[in-house]
């Protein structure tokens, strides 16, 4: 059986000026970059109130101190929960009391309703990007958010490929991943 390609096909990456994503970094049609740093999460809620103070001033002078325009996002990653689950089952079998198989299973059956159809597990991440057309300038940004945000106490690093194809479907695709040229 042969196909028939629809050259009246467009895609969403036809009209988005992307022409290469690596590096962690998105090269656009003009040749800026698109990058930025990905930041770990951090409950200040679990921390004493001198300390919550604290990180939310040190996180008021960093943003402060940025001298270039940014975006700041937040968005959900989807969470496979299946090798947790592999570990528990495991864990049930080789289980040799009743009141640790009852708590492992209790565990196994949550695990299994949060992946339901009802619940989307997901984790929530954080990123600061920013564009720029000089290398040099690429990096000493990215140096100044990482410090930046060390500073105020929040790990980060740059964004990966990953990072950034999964940003890209999130907004583009209500964060269902694609195969970009593919018909879905």
Do not use: C
């Not at 951090?42 to 001298?67: A, C, E, H, P, W």
């Not at 619940?119 to 990215?142: A, P």
């Amino acid at each position: 059986m042969t196909q028939t390609i629809n050259n009246n096909l467009n895609y969403t990456e036809d009209w988005l000026p992307v022409k290469q994503i690596m590096n962690g970094m998105i090269q656009l049609d003009d040749g800026t970059y698109v990058t930025g740093v990905k930041i770990t999460p951090k409950n200040i809620f679990i921390m004493d109130v001198g300390s919550q103070n604290n990180t939310i001033y040190n996180l008021r002078n960093f943003y402060n101190s940025i001298d270039f325009e940014f975006w700041l996002l937040i968005a959900d990653r989807p969470v496979d929960i299946d090798v947790y689950v592999s570990q528990l089952q495991l864990m049930y079998n080789n289980a040799q009391n009743n009141a640790i198989k009852k708590l492992i299973m209790q565990d196994i059956n949550k695990a299994n309703l949060f992946t339901s159809v009802e619940y989307n597990v997901v984790d929530t991440e954080y990123y600061i990007l920013f564009k720029e057309k000089r290398m040099e300038l690429v990096q000493k940004k990215l140096h100044n958010l990482i410090s930046g945000l060390a500073n105020a106490g929040l790990q980060s690093q740059q964004a990966s490929n990953s990072d950034l194809r999964m940003l890209l479907d999130n907004f583009l695709n209500g964060g269902e991943q694609t195969n970009f040229g593919a018909v879905m």
